[in-house]
């Protein structure tokens, strides 16, 4: 990225400027580019949106803070990133207080949900959502 920035600092304020130094064709490159990528890696194709679902649900799993999950994901509030991702989140090691601020920022969200509410392991009760 570094090497890039160089390269185009000052014909383009874009990292990857097009030809003409604009921003780059956004269907472009997610129709053709994400394409190439895909068959280059011989993985078969999905939308490029799963990259996303798939970068907060690992994030989730590996116990990042939620707040900086949020941040990355570009979501204002922590409620948009457990109405979609609340099922991933492990609540088996979480302390109480923890529990409590989820509860909290859930509440809203409680009746909307599809699924089950996760449970914590050791009692096999919800986890208070």
């Not at 993985?43 to 907060?56: E, K, L, M, Y």
């Amino acid at each position: 990225m570094l090497k890039q920035r160089e390269r185009v600092q000052l014909r383009s304020k874009y990292v990857f400027p097009n030809e003409s130094g604009a921003a780059p064709n956004v269907r472009w490159a997610t129709d053709v580019v994400w394409r190439r990528i895909l068959a280059r890696a011989e993985v078969p194709h999905r939308p490029i949106g799963q990259c996303r679902h798939s970068f907060a649900v690992l994030a989730l799993k590996q116990h990042k803070p939620l707040n900086w999950i949020q941040r990355q994901m570009g979501h204002r509030t922590l409620q948009m990133l457990l109405k979609h991702y609340w099922r991933w989140i492990p609540t088996d090691d979480l302390s109480t207080e923890e529990m409590s601020s989820l509860e909290s920022a859930a509440a809203p969200l409680a009746s909307n949900h599809a699924h089950p509410l996760p449970t914590r392991p050791e009692t096999g009760t919800e986890a208070g959502w």
